[in-house]
C-alpha cells in the first residue's frame, strides 16, 4: 500500500523559509515521478515544482529561483526547500506520486498517490 506523509509546514514572515518532507512508503521502485502541488482556499490545485524518474527538475514560474525539489532515495524521501516566502505562497501543500507514463505539473490527474498535506501560512 503507497503512502505519502508530508510534514515541516508551518508559519512564517515573509522573506522567510521552510523545508517540507514528503516520506513515501509502498513502493516497489522509489524512483518514481514525484511533485509538490499546492491548494489555497478557493483555488484549483496547481503545481508547483517536479523531479522525474531521471532526477530532472522543473518548477513553476511562480516559485522558480525560490524553490528547490529534491530527494533521498536511500530514505524514500521527497524535499522542498523554500525560501523568500511570500503571503501569497500560503496552501495547503501536498506531494504526489506518479505510477508511470505522465507527470505533467499542469495536470494533477496524471498523479496517482497523494498525501495528507502540510499547511504553510506565510505573513506580511
Known amino acids: 500500500q503507497v503512502q505519502l506523509v508530508e510534514s515541516g509546514g508551518g508559519s512564517v514572515q515573509t522573506g522567510g523559509s521552510l523545508r517540507l518532507s514528503c516520506a513515501a512508503s509502498?513502493?516497489?521502485?522509489?524512483?518514481?515521478?514525484m511533485g509538490w502541488f499546492r491548494q489555497a482556499p478557493g483555488k484549483e490545485r496547481e503545481g508547483v515544482a517536479k523531479?522525474?524518474?531521471?532526477?530532472?527538475?522543473y518548477y513553476a514560474d511562480t516559485v522558480k529561483g525560490r524553490f528547490t525539489i529534491s530527494r533521498d532515495n536511500a530514505k524514500n524521501t521527497l524535499y522542498l526547500e523554500m525560501s523568500s516566502l511570500k503571503p501569497e505562497d500560503t496552501a495547503m501543500y501536498y506531494c504526489?506520486?506518479?505510477?508511470?507514463?505522465?507527470?505533467?505539473?499542469?495536470?494533477?490527474?496524471?498523479?496517482?498517490?497523494w498525501g495528507q498535506g502540510t499547511q504553510v501560512t506565510v505573513s506580511s
Open positions: 504526489g506520486a506518479s505510477r508511470a507514463g505522465l507527470c505533467r505539473l499542469s495536470v494533477p490527474s496524471d498523479f496517482d498517490y
Open positions: 509502498g513502493f516497489a521502485d522509489s524512483r518514481k515521478c
Open positions: 523531479i522525474t524518474s531521471g532526477d530532472n527538475t
